[in-house]
T-cell receptor, first 111, second 115 residues
Framework: TQTVSQSDAHVTVFEGDSVELRCNYSYGGSIYLSWYIQHHGRGLQFLLKYYSGNPVVQGVNGFEAEFSKSDSSFHLRKASVHWSDSAVYFCAVKSNYQLIWGSGTKLIIKP | EAGVTQSPRYAVLQEGQAVSFWCDPISGHDTLYWYQQPRDQGPQLLVYFRDEAVIDNSQLPSDRFSAVRPKGTNSTLKIQSAKQGDTATYLC?????????????FGKGTRLTVV
């Protein structure tokens, strides 16, 4: 059984700052990790995924994430956030047919 | 390419009423998921299908919830007698057969309020 943990319920940064949202997983076989974004009142939108190959993966809107087997992590980063990045971010690991979800991190952008 | 389509977008019920949610997945996607997402929480899997077959419905409250996907395309999730605790957003998602790094696509969800 795979699990995923997002230790920060909230992260607050100023517009233009860099940000890292943390995700740790428990290893249980083949790794498929992804990040999704959910704006208030909206559905989940795919940001990026890692399955194999280059551990640094690029996603939409300047997001990237780095897979680390040694740390069991898949942290999401952005070099310079915009107010429109305010949302809840979910990390997920695929186990067999289904996605196992973290509890989400709410990113708050101050002007 | 059309995304995952859900209807209705919103529903408000009194306790004891029934409601059905409808989902049209992306064409060609054989795997379909229903999730329940309470406010300020992550999605929680209720049931998922591969084609028309139920793969896992262990988290579906079987006394009041049911889900079908009769032709392996569209799906309906039904709540027979709603309770206030069912208040949540219900998300449908679809993907190709889960081999390799396949992405899961989500609909916009149905926001259910039970009063």
């Amino acid at each position: 059984t795979q699990t995923v943990s997002q230790s920060d319920a909230h992260v607050t940064v100023f517009e233009g700052d860099s940000v890292e949202l943390r995700c740790n997983y428990s290893y249980g076989g083949s790794i498929y990790l992804s990040w999704y974004i959910q704006h208030h009142g909206r559905g989940l939108q795919f940001l990026l995924k890692y399955y194999s190959g280059n551990p640094v993966v690029q996603g939409v809107n300047g997001f990237e994430a780095e897979f680390s087997k040694s740390d069991s992590s898949f942290h999401l980063r952005k070099a310079s956030v915009h107010w429109s990045d305010s949302a809840v971010y979910f990390c997920a690991v695929k186990s067999n047919y289904q996605l196992i979800w973290g509890s989400g991190t709410k990113l708050i952008i101050k002007p | 390419e059309a995304g995952v389509t859900q209807s209705p977008r919103y529903a408000v019920l009194q306790e004891g009423q029934a409601v059905s949610f409808w989902c049209d997945p992306i064409s060609g996607h054989d795997t379909l998921y229903w999730y329940q997402q309470p406010r300020d929480q992550g999605p929680q899997l209720l049931v998922y299908f591969r084609d028309e077959a139920v793969i896992d419905n262990s988290q579906l409250p079987s006394d009041r919830f049911s889900a079908v996907r009769p032709k392996g395309t569209n799906s309906t999730l039904k709540i027979q007698s709603a309770k206030q605790g069912d208040t949540a957003t219900y998300l449908c998602a679809s993907s190709l057969a889960p081999t390799g790094g396949t992405e899961v696509f989500f609909g916009k969800g149905t926001r259910l309020t039970v009063v």
